[in-house]
Structures are given as structure tokens and as C-alpha cells.
């Protein structure tokens, strides 16, 4: 299973970046995706995640009400829509995603994606 993550790159202050994670791989079936970031210095964290069935989302409280997760089911694709951002969301920000594993109806192998660079500019 491959992940591609795409999207990053500079902004100002106060604009807006799509970030997409494109899933492939011969017979993977997503349970779910997820978006991580590591700023420079810290620690890799957490940022939201899709559960891929029922398309329900989660996001941290930092960014809650400017980043929003969905999904594209056909091309196993997560989107992170980033908007009013801030310079402390600059980091490199990585997809993951976790396979369906088809004897418990749950989540099996995980994968990482590269990392793609989003730079917010004050």
C-alpha cells in the first residue's frame, strides 16, 4: 500500500491550503485516514482522522473550525482542507491510513505516507 500526499507549500497568514492523500494499492480497503504534523522541533501530533464506512470525523480542538477532513470513497483519497491558517501550523504534515481487516470488521495493518510541507507565513 502506498500513500501520496500532496498539496503543501507556502501561504500568508490567514489562507488556505488542500492537502490530498491518495491511497493505492492492490486490495486495500481503507478503514480509516488520518492526518499528522510535525513541526520543527516537536513532536509528531496528531491532527484528525476519517472513519472511511461511515465517513465520520475527528479533528484536535487547535484546529477545529478552520481544518476539515472528507473523503473521495472511488479514488480512496482524503482531503484536509486548511483555511484561516497560522503561522503554527506550519509543519510537515503526513497521511496515514488504516486497512480493514475483513475477519473482524476492523482496523488492521497501518500505513504512512510521506510528508508534505506547509509553510505559514506571518
Known amino acids: 500500500v502506498q500513500l501520496q500526499a500532496s498539496g503543501g507549500g507556502l501561504v500568508q497568514a490567514g489562507g488556505s491550503l488542500r492537502l490530498s492523500c491518495a491511497a493505492s494499492?492492490?486490495?486495500?480497503?481503507?478503514?480509516?485516514m488520518a492526518w499528522f504534523r510535525q513541526a520543527p522541533g516537536k513532536e509528531r501530533e496528531f491532527v484528525g482522522r476519517?472513519?472511511?464506512?461511515?465517513?465520520?470525523?475527528l479533528v484536535v480542538d487547535s484546529v477545529k473550525g478552520r481544518f476539515t477532513i472528507s473523503r473521495d470513497n472511488a479514488k480512496n483519497t482524503v482531503y484536509l482542507q486548511m483555511n484561516s491558517l497560522k503561522p503554527e501550523d506550519t509543519a510537515v504534515y503526513y497521511c496515514?491510513?488504516?486497512?480493514?481487516?475483513?475477519?473482524?470488521?476492523?482496523?488492521?495493518?497501518?500505513?504512512w505516507g510521506q510528508g508534505t510541507l506547509v509553510t505559514v507565513s506571518s
Open positions: 476519517i472513519t472511511w464506512t461511515s465517513g465520520s470525523t
Open positions: 494499492g492492490r486490495s486495500f480497503i481503507p478503514y480509516s
Open positions: 496515514a491510513a488504516r486497512s480493514l481487516d475483513l475477519n473482524t470488521g476492523y482496523a488492521g495493518n497501518e500505513y
